[in-house]
């Protein structure tokens, strides 16, 4: 937990994703139900929290790391960039840390 017991996976999200986790509580989990609210497809819907859903399980494997780790892991859930060039960065970063220019 974040201070003021907010989730970092949750911190982590924008606020249209937030809007999206709300609206899918408030639909009681209803993808269809949720489809018409936005008014797009059932599949569109899925694709949409199955990329949310990576977000958050990258949010929370980068538990205890530090905030640029949990950064690159989001955006390469996000299909920011892709995981060969977050290997990179973390791999960067990692080498600066050790050398002590972090």
Same mark, same amino acid.
């Given at each position: 937990?974040?201070? !003021?017991?907010?989730?970092?996976? +949750?911190?982590?999200?924008? %606020?249209? %994703?937030?809007? +999206?986790?709300?609206? =899918? ?9 949720? $489809?018409? !609210? ?9 694709? &949409?929290? %199955?990329?949310?859903?990576?977000? =958050?399980?990258?949010?929370? $494997?980068? &538990? ?27 791999? $960067? ?6 050398? !002590? !220019?972090?």
């Amino acid at each position: 937990m974040e201070s !003021g017991g907010v989730p970092v996976w +949750f911190a982590e999200l924008g %606020d249209e %994703d937030r809007e +999206f986790v709300r609206r =899918v509580v408030l639909a009681s989990g209803s993808l269809k139900e949720l $489809a018409e !609210g936005y008014g797009v497809s059932y599949p569109t819907i899925r694709v &949409r929290l %199955d990329r949310l859903i990576a977000r =958050v399980k990258a949010a929370e $494997a980068a &538990r205890g790391a530090d905030p640029l780790e949990r950064k690159v892991r989001v955006l390469v859930a996000e299909g920011v960039i892709d995981a060969g060039v977050g290997r990179q960065l973390l791999a $960067a970063h990692r080498a600066s840390l050790t050398r !002590g !220019g972090g």
